[in-house]
């Protein structure tokens, strides 16, 4: 984390702007399998490890000053533990659900009752595989889906989640009792 400092009110916080109160917290999480990237199937998945998409996404994310936390499991019920932990103290969750996209109900239950904005990202292009892969439980209760992208996909989820986000906190900021659009804008 490079030593970056935050400016509030005319005075500069002792503390980075990763630890900043309003920063926004986004969980990232990969489905089964997805340990192997990189090592198997590279004509479907592509060459890059799950490690190396993961500092990918954590160097997008220092850029937007926002908080990621990165997690892989092979486990249904582990990722269902994980999306109904992120309504305490996240605002978004991007999911690669791997293949519980087409057969997980209770993942996509675990995501409508998180009540979080969702983006479903896929490696690969699901509509043009196998037909079993074209239905995605997940795509109901997600704001988007970003698919055969290969990693780039998990940067555009995060960079339309932040937009999201942001346009919705700013929402917010504007319909507060006693908030005027200019006092909102930050005009004195
Ligand atoms: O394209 C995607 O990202 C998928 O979510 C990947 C899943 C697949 O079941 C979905 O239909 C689409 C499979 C993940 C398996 O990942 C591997 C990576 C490397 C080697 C073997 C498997």
Excluded at 27 to 35: A, C, D, I, Q, Y
Excluded at 67 to 81: A, G, H, P, W, Y
Excluded at 157 to 169: E, F, I, N, P, V
């Amino acid at each position: 984390m490079p030593p970056c400092w935050t400016l509030s009110r005319g005075i500069f916080l002792a503390y980075p702007v990763c630890e900043q109160k309003d920063m926004l917290r986004i969980r990232v999480l990969h489905g089964p399998n997805l340990n192997l990237l990189g090592t198997r199937e590279q004509s479907i998945y592509g060459t890059l490890s799950l490690g190396a998409l993961d500092s990918a996404i954590t160097n997008l994310a220092e850029e937007l000053a926002v908080k990621v936390d990165l997690r892989q499991s092979n486990s249904e019920s582990e990722l269902i533990t994980w999306i109904q932990e992120a309504r305490k103290g996240y605002d978004g969750i991007i999911i690669n659900p791997a293949a519980y996209t087409h057969t997980s109900i209770a993942i996509r239950d675990a995501i409508a009752a998180a009540g979080l904005p969702t983006v479903e990202v896929h490696l690969s292009n699901i509509h043009q595989r196998e037909e079993f892969r074209r239905r995605s439980y997940i795509a109901e209760v997600s704001i988007g889906q970003i698919c055969g992208l290969g990693p780039i996909g998990y940067l555009l989820a995060l960079r339309g989640l932040y937009d999201h986000l942001t346009a919705s906190q700013r929402q917010k900021k504007m319909s507060a009792p006693g908030t005027s659009r200019r006092a909102a804008k930050g005009a004195r």
